[in-house]
Antibody, heavy 118, light 106 residues
């Protein structure tokens, strides 16, 4: 069965970077993409970007230049690094599998809480 | 970017009711629209994709319809487990975008 397991909660200071991991199992990792979606406390869902099985990336413009999406096919893991953190980056960050960055997320990780506070 | 607008923002209903949530896109979509259910403290759960195709394992009381810019999610007979927040998402163009959510309350 498909599982996406994310890394644990992080507390960061403004200006720092955070790297969240998403370990996939139960399917052929390179046949699917990984989306990254975040949710600020009490707010809705915000799509950040996606990396497909070939390593092509797609982003929401407001994150372009501040976020890096990578994968490690040897460990079936995806990573999202967000730099120059601000307090409004405090959110629950989810990874979600999709077909190849061209479909909705059918399996989701449990979420990683990133808190940005001085 | 395609903007997705859901209505209503909050919906109060009772068990057994039929409810409809609307999602409007700022540009015409070629049917690439999904609906998700999210419960507090949980990840979203995919209900419907391609506007009207039910994801495997989703109860048949959920249905989706629409085309172009206007789409709907209908729950034919509300069950206690259905009280949650619902989001539409377009995956027609990058960046994919979500509606702001509809909270379905008892």
């Amino acid at each position: 069965q498909v599982h996406l397991v994310q890394s644990g909660a992080e507390v960061k200071k403004p200006g720092a970077s955070v790297k969240v991991s998403c370990k996939a199992s139960g399917y052929t990792f390179t046949s699917y993409g990984i989306n990254w979606v975040r949710q600020a406390p009490g707010q809705g869902l915000e799509w950040m970007g996606c990396i497909d099985g070939r390593g092509n990336t797609y982003f929401t413009q407001r994150f372009q230049g501040r976020v890096t999406l990578t994968t490690d096919t040897s460990t079936s893991a995806a990573y999202m690094e967000l730099r120059s953190l601000r307090s409004d980056d405090t959110a629950l960050y989810y990874c979600a599998r999709d077909r190849q960055c061209n479909s909705p997320g059918d399996y989701w990780g449990q979420g990683t809480l990133v808190t940005v506070s001085s | 970017d395609i903007e997705m607008t859901q209505s209503p923002y909050t919906l109060s209903a009772s068990v057994g009711d039929r409810v409809t949530i609307t999602c409007r896109a700022s540009q015409r979509l070629t049917g690439w629209l999904a609906w998700y259910q999210q419960k507090p403290g949980k990840a979203p759960n995919l209900l419907i994709y391609k506007a009207s195709t039910l994801e495997s394992g989703v109860p048949s009381r959920f249905s989706g319809s629409g085309s172009g810019t206007d789409f709907t999610l209908t729950i034919s007979s509300l069950q206690p487990d259905d009280f949650a927040t619902y989001y539409c998402q377009q995956y027609n163009n990058h960046p994919f975008t979500f509606g702001q959510g509809t909270k379905l309350e008892i």
